[in-house]
């Protein structure tokens, strides 16, 4: 039996960035349609319901955001940004849009693969599902007990405050995919606040209490300018491959 | 008589050409006539209508209501600027409104009598101050002027006809008219309408009028303003074929005095030298006793300096008591070669009899100068010059020179008794108190004392030293005589005295001046920078005319930026600040010209404003109060010599401000297209490199692990590429001076972090060690490029050290900065190229062929995006063992707090 292909678009300009990645993507099992102009992206999703949509900001036709704001009015299917490193501002204001992940060029395989199957198990509709099934979460020696509230590391247990809980169990039911500051200060304080200074010292607190060194982070990764992000899986030798 | 030599000079052809091109300026067309009603404002009309018909935007400013009612009609059709009505004495008159002219801008505006005089309360005093505003804004204007009106010929005017005109314009004025339009007809026909009341109603005709519109004075006048045009026609033929030779060296110079006839001199003077195509002065000879001349003689004094300044003339106030000796001692110096006079039908007195003319020791003085004299006839009264009155001012007491002639007749007294003890005669005692009085009137003040001395000597000699001793009877018939020498000795001596006393006062005041502007040219010459400049202005200003200054410069947006600096002890002084005053400071700004107290433009002002200027344009403008009072002629010449230094002074700041941006600028350059051709070269190894594997790969049949190498070859390029591409687009966020960087505050430990994780993803298993602080750290910093900085340094460690050998990344708070360091135990940095690390403008023959790589773009990066943070950076060897070490440091903030991040980046 075959398994059904997932399908992808790729909604990119530049030729040889387009075919390469469509190379990778076909070389791991999923189905491909391209375009090049922003405007087609709502057509062609709305007739071919792809499960994942890799969408490039700079489009020449349309504000790659304009086509995220259109994708989103009517559908959950994950996005996934693909930018140039030093736009971080497009890329918070994509993701406060709406967009699930962003990558930046150039990606490799590995990472661009990791994004993929990050967002399409966290896309929007499955959220709450996963949260709602696990009752434990577990990435190398960190595990957290939800019911229990919980958290140990190597077996050992970490005291957190709640609001340094909060920020964990919010990164973990999202694990893999990235979250903006703005996302998680208000999941966390409340839409009305702007506690980035909290955030970081709770982060910092949070890594500390986890045994991290701050400077090398293993499970907490920051994404400078744009927010946080927990890893998905670890390497035995403690190189994450996110 | 076209001689060859005499080609036109190409340089005065330039100059024409210039004329005729600056049309910023607009044109002046007089329509000029002998007398009033020959036609000219009906012809002024007549163009006027033509040029509307040929869709020319014409205004008419303003025209007289005339009689002629042709003329009237004439106005019909045009559009006409509805007059000011001013209020002057209960009565509401009409006059030009300039600022609504001004605003409109029309093409061509009509205005009406050139040489009138404007109401008291109208910016300008005369309408042709006006129309020289319209001029400078670039309108052309159309006028009417009489030949009377000309101010040369004012005089030769009332000559003729007996008819004071008042109102006149300057020559300077009339001549560089750009069009004249001479409108002339026949006497009689004029008399004829005269006589039918079309020039002035029937009822408004005065007798002097009659007495005007006589037939000889109409030729008379007629010829006088025909020659004129001549005149002009003859000059400007002369101009255009480069004709113009001045005659070798006529200078002419004329006396000016109090008296009418100094006008009528200089008016001569004027006429003669605009013949004769010479320059000429003015001069004014001060005494020592003009301190004490009356209110209204300075005034005329003044009155006519201005006319002489306004003909052209240049003006030279001298000093000295002796009229001719001054004068001639100037003339020599400054080569003239004409001197003109006015002479007055002077009484003759006892005391002139003796006193040769001013004129005949002129000419004795001066034997190679010609002497002109204009006899000061004039009709009516006479002029009496007022009697100076010498009494007053020199009489006073002063207790100490009381004691002082006291004690000299005493002892005078004394030696005479000494004397005749020793039968030394009697005319020797005489002697003696003559003596005594000469030293009283030399050691006091003023006549007085002088004059008592001489009276107590006679007294004194007549009681102890004639007989009858100790009476004051006197016999002998020849003390009379003595008492009279010696009050003429006292006298002569105390006028001596007090001239010398008055001279010194002067030489000092002089001096002192000089010093003055000697000390302002010094530290002018030593202050850098334009505020340094203006307040050296001020702080001498108020020093030395004791009035409260202001200083105006132009800002950078445009407008005019001003210093103050009050006179402590003047009061209501923050006047000079009012926007009505700041309002003239502009005018003077855009008109380069002196405006306020004491001028004839805005003479309402509280402040007297010169503009600063120096070579045409204008930098600044000076305001001194006259809220107590005027200046007087000789500070405003000081206060000219002043603003000619301060103009030198900021124009040379202002030379070596364009000096400095351009070296910056050039440098810039320079920094930029180094870094253009170190880029270009970095560009060109990896891409021959990714060409050239990807070539072979597909131009020939590889095996798979060399095709896999070759690719892989590419990759690592490209990889490289890459890098650099994002290190120049880091230096692209800093602005432009590389001066600034947006800065939020980010925790370094998430930096660090992120940099040592991308270099992992690009060389996994190569060893990496991050220390940071324990407590959270937070630096206010561009993240991006600080994480570029740490990349460089890291891959930079990479690349030197062996496969396992460590690097190390520290972090540390230190004494107000955050130090990062990257220490590797690699082969270390070769000595010779430790200095010029930072560079990547080092010659290509000194990089070896491996250092090329990484190190010069790279670690220039670094050291910008460092110094934009206003941070520091350096590298050296380990002291112990093998490796390098690269540290930099960011300044920390004192708050690090959310107020930094709200001011959202554009990152």
């Not at chain 2, 002489?308 to 009229?323: M, P, S, V």
């Not at chain 2, 402040?607 to 600063?612: D, R």
């Not at chain 2, 590389?738 to 060389?763: D, L, N, Q």
């Amino acid at each position: 039996m075959t398994q059904i292909k997932q399908l992808i678009l790729i909604a990119e300009d530049e030729e040889s960035i387009c075919s390469f990645i469509s190379a990778i993507l076909e070389a791991n099992n999923f189905k491909v349609i391209k375009t090049a102009k922003g405007g087609e992206v709502v057509a062609l999703t709305a007739s071919h319901c792809p499960d994942l949509i890799l969408l490039d900001l700079g489009l020449p036709d349309m504000d790659g955001v304009e086509v995220l704001k259109a994708i989103r009015a009517w559908t959950d299917t994950p996005v996934i940004v693909v930018s140039a490193r030093v736009h971080e501002r497009e890329k918070v204001e994509a993701l406060d849009l709406g967009a699930d992940d962003y990558i930046t060029k150039p990606f490799g395989t590995g990472e661009l693969l990791a994004r993929i199957r990050t967002a399409m198990r966290h896309g929007r509709g499955n959220a709450n599902e996963t949260r709602g099934t696990m009752d434990t979460f577990a990435v190398g020696d960190l595990s957290i007990d939800y019911e229990k509230r919980r958290v140990f590391v190597a077996g050992k247990e970490v005291r957190l405050t709640p609001i340094e809980y909060k920020i964990l169990v919010l990164l973990s039911t999202h694990v893999g995919k990235v979250l903006t500051h703005d996302f998680i200060i208000k999941k966390i304080w409340g839409p009305y606040t702007n506690e980035i200074q909290s955030l970081r010292v709770n982060m910092a607190n949070i890594r500390r209490k986890l045994r991290e060194n701050p400077a090398e982070p293993n499970y907490i990764v920051t994404e400078i300018g744009v927010g946080y992000r927990m890893v998905e899986e670890m390497e035995s030798d403690g190189i994450r491959t996110v | 008589m076209t001689d060859v030599d005499r080609r036109p000079d190409p340089d005065v052809l330039l100059a024409t050409l210039g004329k005729k091109e600056d049309r910023a300026k607009g044109e002046l067309k007089i329509f000029f006539g002998y007398a009033a009603g020959v036609g000219k404002t009906y012809a002024m009309l007549d163009e006027a209508g033509e040029l509307l018909k040929n869709g020319v935007d014409v205004l008419v400013g303003y025209v007289e209501p005339h009689t002629r009612p042709e003329t009237m009609e004439l106005m019909e059709g045009l559009p006409v600027l509805s007059p000011l009505s001013v209020s002057y004495k209960n009565i509401r008159l009409q006059e030009f409104d300039l600022a609504s002219a001004l605003e409109r801008k029309p093409e061509v505006i009509l205005v009406d009598e050139l040489a009138h005089s404007n109401v008291e309360g109208v910016r300008n005093r005369k309408r042709y101050q006006d129309v020289e505003e319209l001029l400078n804004a670039g309108i052309d204007v159309y006028t009417t002027v009489n030949v009377q009106h000309i101010e040369s010929l004012n005089d030769v005017v009332r000559d003729i006809t007996n008819v004071n005109v008042f109102e006149t314009i300057p020559d300077y004025f009339f001549d560089h008219a750009e069009k004249i339009k001479l409108i002339d007809i026949e006497p009689d026909e004029l008399l004829r309408r005269f006589e039918g009341g079309k020039v002035y109603r029937p009822e408004r005709v005065a007798t002097a009028l009659h007495n005007f519109f006589t037939y000889e004075n109409l030729c008379l006048l007629r010829e006088l303003a025909v020659r004129k045009i001549a005149d002009r026609i003859s000059h400007e033929n002369m101009n255009e074929r480069g004709l113009t030779e001045k005659p070798a060296g006529i200078k002419m110079l004329v006396c000016v005095g109090p008296s009418p006839s100094s006008a009528k001199c200089i008016r001569w003077t004027a006429r003669t030298a605009e013949a004769f195509r010479a320059p000429w002065v003015a001069v004014h000879v001060e005494r020592m006793d003009d301190e004490r001349l009356p209110e209204g003689e300075r005034k005329s004094i003044r009155a006519n300096l201005d006319l002489a300044e306004r003909l052209g003339a240049e003006i030279a106030t001298l000093n000295g008591d002796d009229i001719a000796a001054v004068v001639a001692e100037y003339v020599k110096l400054s080569g003239v070669t004409n001197i003109v006079v006015g002479k007055g039908r002077n009484k003759r007195t006892l005391k002139n009899f003796y006193e040769k003319d001013f004129e005949d020791r002129l000419i004795a003085l001066l034997p190679n100068v010609e002497v002109h004299i204009i006899p000061g006839r004039l009709p009516g009264k006479t002029y009496r010059p007022p009697r100076r009155r010498y009494m007053g001012r020199d009489f006073f007491f002063s207790w100490w020179d009381f004691l002082k002639t006291v004690f000299l007749l005493t002892a005078a007294t004394l030696l005479s008794t000494g004397f005749r003890a020793f039968g030394i005669g009697d005319h020797n005692i005489i002697m003696l108190y003559i003596l005594s009085v000469l030293v009283v009137s030399r050691v006091t003040d003023g006549y007085f004392y002088g004059i008592v001395a001489s009276i107590a000597s006679v007294l004194a000699f007549n009681f102890f030293f004639t007989v009858p001793y100790f009476t004051f009877y006197t016999i002998q018939p020849g003390y009379p005589v003595t008492f009279v020498i010696m009050l003429v000795v006292a006298l002569i001596t105390s006028a001596l005295t007090l001239r010398i006393k008055a001279q010194m006062r002067y030489a000092v005041e002089r001096v002192h001046r000089v010093e003055v502007l000697y000390e302002i040219n010094k530290k002018l010459l030593a202050a850098r920078g334009i505020e340094n400049i203006v307040s050296i202005a001020n702080e001498y200003l108020v020093k030395i005319f004791n009035r409260s200054a202001v200083f105006y410069t132009l800002g950078s947006d445009g407008s005019l930026a001003g210093s103050f600096l009050k006179y402590p002890s003047e009061a209501r002084a923050s006047s000079l600040i009012l926007d009505e005053e700041r309002a003239v400071a502009h005018w003077v700004f855009t008109n380069q010209k002196h405006a306020g107290a004491g001028t004839d433009t805005l003479m309402g002002a509280r402040g007297l404003y010169i503009p600063v200027v120096s070579q045409g344009k204008v930098l600044g403008v000076i305001g001194v109060s006259c809220v107590e009072g005027l200046l007087d002629q000789g500070g405003r010449l000081f206060l000219s010599a002043i603003t000619s230094q301060v103009a030198m002074a900021l124009e040379r700041q202002l030379l070596s401000d364009e000096q400095r941006k351009m070296t910056i600028s050039s440098e810039k350059e320079k920094m930029r297209s180094n870094l253009l051709r170190a880029i270009s070269h970095d560009l060109r190894t990896p891409l021959t490199g990714i060409w050239g594997a990807s070539s072979t790969i597909l131009e020939n049949d590889l095996d798979i692990s060399t095709r896999n190498k070759l690719i892989a070859h590419i990759r690592e390029e490209s990889q490289w590429l890459i890098r650099m591409v994002e290190n120049l687009l880091s230096v692209t966020r800093i602005n432009e001076d590389a001066t600034s960087v947006i800065k939020t505050c980010e925790a370094v430990e998430e930096v660090v972090a992120e940099a040592v994780g991308r270099i992992r993803k690009r060389f996994p298993g190569r060893k990496i060690a991050v220390k940071a602080p324990d407590e959270l750290l937070m630096v206010p910093m561009d993240g991006t490029l600080v994480e570029q900085v740490l990349i460089n340094l890291m891959e930079n460690a990479v690349n030197h050290s062996s496969e396992d050998a460590k690097v190390e990344v520290k972090i540390y708070k230190n004494e107000g900065y955050a130090f990062f360091e990257v220490i590797d135990s690699g082969e270390g940095i070769p000595e010779e190229i430790l200095p010029n690390l930072f560079e990547s403008y080092i010659p290509d023959a000194r990089r070896g062929a491996d250092s090329s790589r990484g190190m010069g773009i790279g670690l220039t990066v670094c050291m910008t995006i460092v110094k934009a943070h206003r941070g520091k950076m350096e590298a050296f060897n380990k002291s112990e063992g093998h490796g390098a070490v690269f540290r930099f440091m960011l300044p920390l903030k004192e708050r690090c707090d959310d107020a930094d991040q709200t001011a959202d980046p554009d990152r």
